[in-house]
């Protein structure tokens, strides 16, 4: 099955500056990978996807990249925000008959400092 | 997400109780899911079904069990509770190869 590994585990950033969460996976079929931002007690929410057909995308201050050769995958958060403190975690869906499931990386909590 | 609901939001109970977490969707989505979340922990997937036919285990689906009475209900069961089944459950629903959408959470606690 899928295997996703999730890098840092925590990460701390200047407001202001900017962050990067990385993310790897094993299945070279898998063609979806969202991003999902959770805050303290509450549900895991999207905040961008993107599919094995682009290498990058971008919604405002967030972007995703993704290299399907190296499997690998990351978030860029620029000029960061206090609410951008939460934890955020990677997925990869297998499209695979079986394994067509998203499978979670660990997460990493982001902190903000003001 | 208001169009993905979980019943009770909150639950206290004692070890070797049977306890029924219920979700519905409103979604029209033919995928569910059930997660659990441990605190500072990722989200392991418990069970999920494509359809009310189609039940599959998870990573982690020993002590748990499931029922899809309909396309908009699936239903997580610990058969005879223990401590170690604390945690946070959330359901999710999807169509094949995109976004899940979670609901708001059941925090369980099992004493």
């Known amino acids: 099955g899928e295997n996703v590994e999730q890098h840092p585990s925590t990460l701390s950033v200047q407001e202001g500056d900017s962050a990067v969460i990385k993310c790897t996976y094993s299945d070279s079929a898998s063609n979806y990978f969202p991003w999902y931002k959770q805050e303290l007690g509450k549900r895991p929410q999207l905040i961008i996807d993107i599919r094995s057909n682009v290498g990058e995308k971008k919604d405002q201050r967030i972007a995703v990249t993704l290299n399907k050769t190296a499997k690998h995958f990351s978030l860029h958060i620029t000029e960061t925000q206090p609410e951008d403190s939460a934890v955020y975690f990677c997925a990869a869906f297998g499209s695979n008959f079986g394994n067509e499931k998203l499978t979670f990386g660990t997460g990493t909590r982001l902190t903000i400092i003001p | 997400d208001a169009d993905v609901t979980q019943t009770p939001r909150n639950r206290i109970t004692k070890t070797g109780k049977r306890i029924m977490l219920e979700c519905s969707q409103t979604k029209g989505h033919d995928r569910m899911y059930w997660y659990r979340q441990d605190p500072g922990l990722g989200l392991q997937l418990i069970y999920y079904?494509?359809?009310?036919?189609?039940?599959n285990k998870g990573e982690i689906s020993d002590g748990y069990s499931v029922s899809r009475q309909a396309q908009a209900k699936f239903s997580l069961s610990l058969e005879s509770a223990i401590p170690n089944q604390t945690a946070l459950y959330f359901c999710?629903?999807?169509?094949?190869?995109?976004?899940?959408?979670f609901g708001p959470g059941t925090r369980l606690t099992v004493t």
């Open positions: 079904s494509f359809d009310v036919k189609d039940i």
């Open positions: 999710a629903t999807s169509v094949r190869g995109s976004e899940q959408y």
